[in-house]
């Protein structure tokens, strides 16, 4: 057998040996290939790069992080503050691989966004539904040396604080076996709040740590790991910035703020408010107040007013909550449904039609004679409260949701209602787990 091995190599013709690790290195290199595009990392950290010194944007590193990093791979899950987070994630892993989730629904906004997205081989995830390929990849990553960001709260925080997670997040943990890191990001949903009209400056800080070992997901229980991921991870911009005394700066400050708060604290009044400049302002009883730079809400006619953000916003949550108690709760709005297109890098029309919920369901029903209806528009789609302990939302506009094939998104056509719609699925859920 030595003596053929030694004929094979002098004769030129490879060895069944070598054959084997050839096929393997062959192997490893197309699946390589499959979760790391060199060009693409260097144009993203370029751009990440960019932004940050745009927006001021600076990294505190724990050593245990900074361990870690030069170990290998690691699962790392962050706040979710902003469209911009991929900027102050990212960079502290140059120089390592480093990949991220990303919402499906990303890939529809902009046809740049699609390309963009596949370019680098992020991990793509259907919102608020099982997406078991998505899982699979992730640990795929994970197995060939590449680290993976997730954002657990499955959406960009609407008021500036961390949103409920899903308990599925402590058994994916505990399921990968891999140390975990944290990411809290503080300041970037003031820089570019995802009600706001603009951008504004006062800069970003973005805090990494060591959460959990590879040993410990093994050995706390998925309630355990659950207890710290939801410690870790909370975090309010609003407590933050006044904490901290920052100041930020920008146009059309309070521009869009009346989508989130979409009720007056002085009447009562829904849908009424609107907003420009700095003011914020109801139509119908004239309450008027300044969203200033420090963060405060200061009312411009002395009527009683919560003076942040988040204060308003629970005010909000609590009327909701005492309407959504009793049996007879409903609300009915007008929508025009869109969902992605044949290419998959952006939206299409597909019915107008009308979006229900009660203390049961999420009802779309599509309007009939809708001449300009998409063939494979649904005629019904309906899904329950519990399977949906939060919704991701442009305040005011639009709410998504996936039935698993397709994703959808219901533009509301006659009142700027989502946020509502949202709130209520969160307080009703929260009740359910109450």
């Known amino acids: ?201 006062g800069g970003v800080v973005c805090k990494m740590d060591m959460m959990m070992t590879a040993d410990e997901t093994k050995s706390l229980s998925a309630g355990e790991i659950m207890e710290r991921i939801d410690r870790t991870l909370a975090h309010n911009e609003h407590a933050w910035q006044e904490e901290t005394g920052r100041v930020y700066r920008g146009k059309k400050y309070a521009e869009g703020l009346s989508d989130l708060l979409y009720r007056c604290p002085a009447c009562g009044e829904k849908f009424r408010m609107t907003s420009a400049g700095n003011a914020i302002m109801c139509e119908k009883c004239g309450f008027a107040a300044a969203y200033t730079r420090t963060g405060k809400i200061v009312s411009a006619n002395g009527a009683d007013c919560p003076d942040r953000i988040d204060r308003w916003y629970d005010l909000i949550a609590r009327q909701v909550a005492e309407e959504v108690k009793r049996e007879d709760f409903r609300l009915s709005e007008p929508v025009r449904l869109t969902m992605e297109n044949d290419k998959g890098n952006g939206y299409k029309y597909g019915v107008a039609g009308t979006l229900t919920l009660d203390r049961e369901k999420l009802v779309f029903r599509a309007a009939e004679g809708d001449e300009q209806r998409c063939e494979d528009a649904p005629d019904i789609l309906e899904v329950p409260v519990t399977a949906l302990p939060s919704v991701a939302t442009l305040p005011g506009v639009s709410l998504d949701l996936s039935d698993g094939k397709h994703t959808y998104r219901m533009i509301f056509t006659e009142h700027r209602a989502s946020t509502e719609f949202a709130l209520a699925l969160e307080v009703m859920n929260a009740e359910n787990r109450g």
């Open 1 to 201: 057998m030595e003596k053929e091995r030694k004929g094979a190599a002098k004769s030129g013709v490879p060895s069944p040996a070598v054959g084997v690790k050839d096929k393997k290195a062959e192997r490893a290199k197309k699946r390589a290939e499959k979760t790391f595009s060199l060009p693409h990392y260097m144009l993203l950290m370029a751009v990440c790069g960019v932004l940050r010194l745009r927006f001021g944007a600076k990294s505190e590193l724990s050593e245990s992080f900074r361990a870690q990093k030069k170990q290998g791979a690691m699962l790392v899950l962050s706040n979710h503050v902003s469209a911009f987070d991929f900027a102050w994630f990212t960079t502290p892993f140059l120089g390592k691989k480093v990949s991220f989730v990303v919402a499906e629904t990303m890939k529809y906004s902009q046809p740049i966004f699609a390309g963009l997205i596949d370019g680098y081989r992020a991990i793509v995830k259907k919102q608020f539904y099982a997406d078991y390929t998505c899982i699979k990849n992730i640990k795929r990553y994970l197995d060939d040396g590449v680290s993976v960001i997730l954002c657990p709260e499955g959406k960009v925080s609407a008021d500036g604080r961390t949103a409920p997670m899903a308990f599925s997040i402590a058994k994916l943990v505990k399921w990968l076996g891999y140390p975990v890191a944290s990411c809290v990001i503080c300041g970037a949903g003031l820089t570019r709040p995802k009600w706001a009209h603009s951008s504004r400056s």
